[in-house]
């Protein structure tokens, strides 16, 4: 019995373990990636299948990976208010529960709006529900190797692509395509089991040391007084007169009284209730840096979907047989796989800022977008899927985890920003897909998909290569920068001219009474 309590409870460090029960965090989220992103991609398996059931066209088709992409990504920040309120294992676990049902359901689907609201809705909630609070808890576990766990970790969807494409496309022939979606939708049970793993981590800091530095009195003094705008000789000052800019202790005998161990007890009251009150930061909607990075995750999902959806349909049209023209998402899942763990073992590194690495990377994966029209053949299409599996790779696997990067913004606030950055992916999700079966419909011709993604992924790179400029400050007005200043001076206005002396002078006059009793 201690032992299940023990599996279950709470993980408490006095700092980021990089390891510990982390690696099994790692490993849920894997078969979460697998379970979740990775059916997903696989869906392009039974898109002509579907698309012959029920009579329909590609656009029309389409839009239930488009539905469940919009879904999954607009109620990104419902997840993150969820976590936050109830915790990362137990909205894991429904998140999972509702993958599974709306993928079983939609095997009796008798038309395509029946799939909208499973496949789209249902699913894709629960895909949302499944997949934030994973990728954001596997970040409080690793600080040093973080880009490489969850590199590594979100290879599950590459191995499902890999493996399952295969297998599925042989079941499918074998019992039909509504069974095969059936035992997909039974895999998904899993994502259960795997969010009740998800322990909750607690990081405490050590106590304070019993040495300060002068410049440290100085502040908190300064702080105190500002906060508090009461006289230092006050109880709500907290401070006592040893502590006063003018008469600070040597390092030796500045050892804080014990009304500091109980401000400092009172400031984490303060920060657990704020952090309680607000369960969605909206605050990082005012860095520019933030702003420039959700376009460019805008503009990225359009490629992201689109390629995986509508390869296999490509394939077929150049006359290729289905057998082997699955074996273009089994190319692209491996590549992807190499390039997630590249990506990961360069960042980590950091040969130079991550936020470039990513830009370089995103060129890249345009150019392997700009390849798909005018592949002909076989051996085209199969090198074309590599080149644009491993490209995808380096940046699917990178993008979400850079929000914990200072040039965006920071491990403090990744939570929020996930929650927001995903939800502004729901956009594209919603149109990348459908934007491509129209351009397919419109043309007749499957490798016309592939430019909607190739323009989305041009714009995207356009929008990365902003964001730490915007972080730094070069693209901001001469008078963005006077308001800071205004703004401190209005605050010294308000401020008693002589609070500080009268503070000052009152304490002397008491010491040298003292002086003179002796």
Not at 25 to 53: P, W
Not at 58 to 74: A, E, G, H, P, Q
Request: hydrophobic content about 45%; charged content about 15%.
């Amino acid at each position: 019995m201690t032992q299940r309590r023990k599996c279950f409870s709470a993980n408490v460090y006095s700092e980021v373990p990089d390891g510990g029960w982390g690696w099994v965090v790692a490993f849920s989220f894997f078969l979460i990636e697998a379970l979740t992103y990775g059916v997903i991609k696989l869906f392009g398996i039974f898109f002509n299948d579907i698309m012959n059931s029920f009579k329909e066209t590609n656009s029309r088709i389409s839009w239930i990976i488009s539905i469940c992409v919009f879904v999954l990504t607009f109620t990104a920040p419902l997840s993150t208010i969820l976590t936050n309120r109830f915790g990362h294992r137990p909205v894991v676990m429904a998140g999972g529960l509702l993958v599974s049902v709306g993928m079983m359901v939609a095997s009796f689907a008798q038309n395509v709006v029946h799939m909208y609201i499973t496949i789209g809705i249902i699913s894709g909630l629960g895909f949302c529900l499944s997949f934030l609070p994973t990728v954001t808890i596997l970040s409080l576990y690793f600080e040093k190797r973080r880009s490489l766990v969850t590199a590594v970790a979100s290879t599950g969807e590459c191995f499902a692509m890999f493996a399952s494409a295969p297998a599925i496309t042989a079941l499918k022939e074998k019992i039909g395509w509504r069974y095969s979606l059936f035992f997909v939708g039974v895999l998904q049970l899993n994502i259960i089991i795997c969010g009740s793993l998800l322990r909750p981590i607690i990081i405490r800091s050590p106590g304070t040391p019993k040495e300060s530095s002068v410049e440290n009195w100085e502040v908190q003094y300064m702080l105190e007084n500002e906060k508090t705008h009461t006289s230092i000789d006050s109880i709500d000052s907290g401070i006592e007169l040893t502590i006063s800019p003018k008469n600070v202790p040597t390092h030796a005998s500045a050892e804080p009284e014990p009304k500091t161990d109980i401000e400092i007890l009172v400031e984490s009251n303060d920060t657990k209730t704020s952090e309680k009150a607000s369960l969605l930061d909206f605050s990082i909607l005012k860095e520019k840096s933030f702003i420039c990075y959700t376009l460019f995750g805008v503009f990225a999902t359009l490629g992201f979907f689109a390629p995986s959806l509508y390869i296999i349909p490509l394939s077929i049209s150049l006359g290729i047989d289905q057998d082997r023209s699955v074996f273009t998402l089994s190319a692209m899942a491996v590549a992807e796989i190499f390039g997630r763990m590249s990506a990961g073992f360069v960042l980590d590194r950091k040969p130079i800022r991550k936020i470039y690495i990513e830009l370089i990377c995103v060129i890249l994966l345009t150019i392997s977008l700009c390849a798909f029209p005018f592949a002909s053949e076989f051996w085209g299409l199969i090198t074309c899927s590599a080149f644009f599996g491993f490209m995808l790779g380096t940046v699917a696997g990178t993008h979400i985890p850079l929000l914990a990067e200072d040039d965006v913004v920071g491990i403090e606030k990744m939570a929020s920003a996930a929650g927001v950055y995903v939800c502004a992916q729901s956009i594209s999700g919603l149109a990348g897909p459908p934007l491509s079966g129209f351009l397919v419909d419109t043309t007749k011709n499957y490798a016309s998909a592939f430019y909607s993604c190739t323009a989305g992924m041009l714009l995207a790179a356009v929008f990365l290569a902003s964001v730490r400029p915007c972080k730094v400050g070069l693209y901001q007005h001469p008078q963005d920068e006077v308001k800071p200043n205004s703004q401190n001076s209005k605050s010294l206005q308000g401020t008693p001219e002589d609070f500080l002396e009268m503070d000052l002078g009152k304490h002397e006059n008491k010491g040298n009474k003292k002086n003179n009793v002796v």
